[in-house]
């Protein structure tokens, strides 16, 4: 097909941004297709992505357990956390037994953040919040912990809050492999051409930010939500990567154990076969 306009959705940060910057600014051949950008939060794609109204889209790997009727991975665009992830945040310092029967602010019910700390811990309370309030109900005590995802991951300690864990240590700790946060899916009705295709193309964009950065960091900047240019470049640097470009057999086994542990646990009530998109 050419001529054709393909709306990709993805979340309003950093990394995305620089993700998708040479698809943004027409750095890549789309090859006769016109891609407009629509951002938004993680966990409101996910539940836009459950309705199938989002034709490509940025979810959560959690979320993507929910749409194997609609949806299958891209290959490229994953957010993965190489011994590092999402962080349970508290007023106090606190260890693993603290967590059990606490208030918790999570980033949504979808969220991959929310679905490792139920493995970790499957005994807490639950209160979504918006990703970006999260820190302030743990200070202003709304909430016992926070599970900080984003940028916040790099600045809560300047806020005086103290780390209970991070997700992605522990995860590495238990299986070895790094924890598969976020991914782009494109929907199974466009068919297999035109999937590959929208799989080329993202991949492209993300080789040519990397190949690129200055740039790239340029316009993700526009997006780093108050972190200055070297954090933002360590943010960056977390969650596009080798791992982004192609999630490769690491990176695919960690998917699939993830979503396997989370059925084991009662967390996912169906196995869950994960389908990727080569481009």
């Known amino acids: 097909m050419t001529d054709r306009t393909v709306h990709v959705a993805h979340s309003p940060d950093s990394d995305d941004a620089f993700m998708f910057y040479a698809l943004a600014e027409g750095k890549v051949d789309t090859e006769g297709l016109s891609y407009v950008h629509e951002l938004q939060d993680i966990e409101s794609l996910n539940q836009r992505a459950l309705k199938g109204d989002l034709e490509v889209t940025a979810v959560s790997i959690h ?19 190489d011994q590092y992830g999402p962080r349970l945040v508290s007023r106090t310092p606190a260890t693993r037994s603290d967590v059990k029967g606490k208030r918790v602010a999570i980033p949504g019910l979808k969220t991959s953040a929310y ?43 300047d806020n005086g809050l103290h780390l209970v864990v991070d997700m992605g240590e522990w995860w590495f700790a238990e299986t070895g492999l790094p924890l598969p946060l976020g991914g782009n899916v494109v929907r199974k009705d466009f068919g297999s051409d035109m999937m590959n295709k929208i799989a080329r193309h993202l991949k492209a964009s993300i080789a040519y930010a990397l190949d690129h950065r ?38 695919r086994e960690a998917v699939r154990l993830f979503l396997e542990r989370a059925h084991q646990a009662g967390l996912i009530p169906h196995p869950v076969a994960v389908e990727f998109v080569d481009g």
């Open 214 to 251: 200055a740039d790239a960091l340029d316009h993700a900047m526009r997006y780093a939500r108050g972190l200055d240019r070297g954090k933002a470049d360590t943010f960056v640097g977390m969650y596009v990567n080798a791992w982004t470009l192609d999630y490769g057999e690491r990176g």
């Open 115 to 157: 679905l490792a700390l139920r493995l970790y811990e499957p005994d807490f309370i639950a209160v979504p919040t918006h990703f970006d309030q999260i820190e302030r109900a743990v200070l202003d005590g709304t909430v016992d912990m926070g599970l900080i995802i984003h940028e916040g991951q790099l600045t809560f300690q």
């Open 63 to 81: 979320a993507y357990a929910f749409l194997t009727d609609k949806y299958a991975l891209l290959s490229s665009g994953a957010s993965m956390g």
